[in-house]
């Protein structure tokens, strides 16, 4: 647009804003590949505040693993599979 334009004779709407086009599906989809996966352990029944997140689960269950052996004193070689099918089960999108 050249200085001796205004933004209507440009082409643009009448408040001097381009003209876009809001593709809903494009959106969600753009959104789903940022989300986070989140895993709060007081959601596994455990009286502790932390929240962890990570950008993939494998990523989010090794974060949640070195948290369990440092502030919960459980090595990950000690967790029996059921536990681990409860903390799958609690990871949520966000």
């Not at 876009?20 to 590949?33: K, Q």
């Not at 989010?60 to 903390?87: R, W, Y």
């Amino acid at each position: 647009m050249g200085a001796d334009q205004s933004p209507a004779s440009a082409g643009n709407t009448a408040t001097g804003w381009p003209r876009r086009c809001y593709n809903a599906r494009a959106a969600h989809a753009a959104r789903e590949e940022i989300m986070a996966k989140v895993l709060r352990c007081r959601d596994l029944g455990i009286n502790c505040p932390k929240e962890i997140r990570a950008q993939t689960e494998d990523e989010l269950l090794k974060l949640a693993a070195d948290h369990a052996e440092k502030d919960h004193g459980m090595p990950m070689e000690n967790i029996p599979p059921s536990i681990l099918a409860m903390v799958k089960a609690a990871i949520r999108s966000e």
